[in-house]
């Protein structure tokens, strides 16, 4: 199942990429669960309880907590999950303007099984006009066509699958 995670204070805002989503599952098919949120501040209060998010998007502009603040949290957070969930892979997006900024975490396991977040993170700022790198466990990047955020995100799917031979 996917999971998605809108975080954002304007609920038409939030309303648009939920409906974005249901448009790409239309095709793809897949069973997912959608959670919206007002602020990071309850989103981080959700994800303290259960913090089984595939795909998050982000306003980095909110009115307390900033996406940017946000976003720095989650990245301590995704040193915690790899941490402690060896076989996750973990991949975020941020959209500032036309700026893009892409984080991906991998566990151990995930490591031995040959994914790497660096690889990753090349090929998703890639798509979105961009380039990235860093180490098999944590990669950062950018890109410059928000546009292609969507189809970036939902290639790493692909990505993982032909690692381990699905």
């Known amino acids: 199942m996917y999971r998605f995670a809108i975080c954002d204070d304007v609920a038409a805002d939030a309303d648009y990429i939920k409906s974005l989503i249901l448009e790409w599952n239309r095709e793809a098919g897949q069973p997912l669960r959608i959670e919206s949120y007002p602020s990071a501040e309850a989103f981080l209060f ?9 795909v998050l998007f ?39 303007g036309e700026k893009i900024t892409f984080l991906c975490v991998c566990g151990k396991e995930a490591i031995t099984k040959g994914i790497k977040a660096g690889d990753i993170i090349k090929q ?41 031979g699905l």
Request: net charge negative.
């Open 46 to 54: 959700a994800y303290e309880d259960d913090d089984s998010v595939d």
């Open 58 to 96: 982000l306003d980095i502009e909110m009115k307390e907590m900033s996406g940017v603040e946000l976003a720095k949290r989650l990245r301590q957070m995704g040193d915690i999950l790899k941490d402690r969930e060896p076989n996750v892979v973990a991949v975020l997006a941020a959209v500032s």
């Open 124 to 164: 998703v700022s890639a798509i979105a006009g961009g380039s990235g790198g860093g180490k098999p466990d944590s990669a950062m990047g950018g890109g410059k066509d928000p546009l292609m955020v969507d189809n970036a995100l939902a290639m790493v799917d692909n990505v993982v699958s032909m690692k381990l």
